[in-house]
């Protein structure tokens, strides 16, 4: 695994988004994958309010307790969802069916959530992020991030607001995230969060980079280019493996991007396990230039057939 830092931190540059941790039932569950990716060696999350039914950060803050070397950010500006515990009963209740049923679980959670938007009034920012850290257990997260802003929403209050959260040590760090690419960002404080685009150069002025987003979109084995065949016998994959894809493209987010953070989540530890164990890590610390430059020619000409 290799590291970097965030807010001065070491961390992993895996992380784990943690959109999937649910409480109620499937607190064992959510539980069970924060465990794996501890044990894999993977040291930063990344949660929100309003991540899995608003109950995320209570199954983070008991999976991490104890664990000392871990960083965290959590965000404000998207409310948590009414009634959380209810909906995550129901989940648990309807899970056989869920399994069955793929797909439904996520359209589900994002029909359930009912979380309200552009929550950026400083008072907002402050009862959210205190609510944050109580669920956390924490006094204080790596970074807070404003949670998909408008430029409208950078108010002068609300810097002055983050610039006091960082004074009086409730963050190590502020920024904003959203879930498009680079050229959604709003910028604002020292990290970045964004979604991966592994054909375009990585932001350089961006202070400390987090990454998600890289099994997005990727081809299916019919739909690789020429370019992409030759690029992945090269480097000694089968372009007629569809497990063969992710690991590359894990690898080539990676690379593509040194020092950043790149975000992963799985429905459960075997898939994780899986997708860190994809990784090739010689190629993912840019160590080999030659492979490098064939890596980076996967990302030309790609259409979009998967999702992480």
Same mark, same amino acid.
């Given at each position: 695994? =290799?590291?970097?830092?965030?807010?001065?931190?070491?961390?992993?540059?895996?992380?784990?988004?943690?959109?999937?941790?649910?409480?109620?039932?499937?607190?064992? +569950?959510?539980?069970?994958?924060?465990?794996?990716? !501890?044990?894999?060696?993977?040291?930063?999350?990344?949660? +929100?309010?309003?991540?899995?039914?608003?109950?995320?950060?209570?199954?983070?803050?008991?999976?991490?307790?104890?664990?000392?070397?871990?960083?965290?950010?959590?965000?404000?500006?998207?409310?948590?969802?009414?009634?959380?515990?209810?909906?995550? =009963?129901?989940?648990?209740?309807?899970?056989?069916?869920?399994?069955?049923?793929?797909?439904?679980? @996520?359209?589900?959670?994002?029909?359930?959530?009912?979380? @309200?938007?552009? $929550?950026?009034?400083?008072?907002?920012?402050?009862?959210?992020?205190?609510?944050?850290?109580?669920? =956390?257990?924490?006094?204080?997260?790596?970074?807070?991030?404003?949670? $998909?802003?408008?430029?409208?929403?950078?108010?002068?209050? !609300?810097?002055?607001?983050?610039?006091?959260?960082?004074?009086?040590?409730?963050?190590?760090?502020?920024?904003?995230? &959203?879930?498009?690419?680079?050229?959604?960002?709003?910028?604002?404080? &020292?990290?970045?969060?964004? *979604?991966?685009?592994?054909? $375009?150069?990585?932001?350089?002025?961006?202070?400390?980079?987090?990454?998600?987003?890289?099994?997005?979109?990727?081809?299916?084995?019919?739909?690789?280019?020429?370019?992409?065949?030759?690029?992945?016998?090269?480097?000694?994959?089968?372009?007629?493996?569809?497990?063969?894809?992710?690991?590359?493209?894990?690898?080539?987010?990676?690379?593509?991007?040194?020092?950043?953070?790149? !975000?992963?989540?799985? *429905? &459960?530890?075997?898939?994780?396990?899986?997708?860190?164990? +994809?990784?090739?890590?010689?190629?993912?610390?840019?160590?080999?230039?030659?492979?490098? @430059? $064939? =890596?980076?020619?996967?990302?030309?000409?790609?259409?979009?057939?998967?999702?992480?």
């Amino acid at each position: 695994m =290799l590291h970097t830092h965030l807010a001065g931190r070491r961390t992993s540059r895996l992380g784990l988004g943690c959109g999937r941790l649910v409480g109620g039932a499937e607190t064992r +569950a959510s539980r069970a994958l924060v465990e794996a990716a !501890l044990a894999l060696g993977i040291r930063h999350f990344d949660v +929100a309010p309003s991540y899995g039914l608003g109950l995320a950060e209570n199954v983070l803050g008991e999976a991490l307790a104890g664990v000392g070397d871990a960083t965290v950010v959590t965000k404000a500006g998207i409310g948590r969802p009414a009634n959380a515990g209810a909906k995550a =009963l129901l989940i648990g209740f309807v899970r056989p069916l869920l399994a069955a049923t793929p797909g439904l679980k @996520a359209r589900l959670a994002r029909r359930a959530g009912g979380a @309200a938007r552009g $929550q950026f009034a400083p008072g907002q920012v402050e009862a959210s992020l205190a609510d944050s850290l109580s669920r =956390l257990k924490r006094e204080t997260v790596d970074a807070l991030l404003l949670h $998909q802003p408008s430029p409208a929403d950078l108010t002068p209050d !609300l810097a002055a607001t983050m610039e006091r959260i960082v004074a009086d040590g409730r963050a190590r760090a502020v920024g904003t995230g &959203t879930n498009d690419a680079a050229e959604a960002l709003v910028p604002f404080g &020292t990290v970045s969060q964004m *979604r991966v685009d592994v054909a $375009q150069p990585a932001p350089t002025s961006v202070g400390d980079l987090i990454l998600h987003g890289a099994l997005r979109r990727y081809p299916a084995p019919e739909r690789l280019s020429p370019p992409q065949v030759e690029a992945m016998r090269a480097l000694g994959r089968d372009p007629a493996d569809p497990a063969a894809w992710p690991g590359l493209m894990l690898t080539l987010a990676l690379a593509n991007a040194p020092g950043s953070i790149l !975000l992963i989540s799985a *429905r &459960t530890p075997a898939r994780l396990r899986e997708a860190v164990a +994809a990784v090739d890590w010689t190629l993912a610390d840019a160590a080999d230039s030659a492979a490098l @430059a $064939q =890596l980076r020619r996967l990302a030309v000409g790609s259409e979009s057939a998967g999702a992480s």
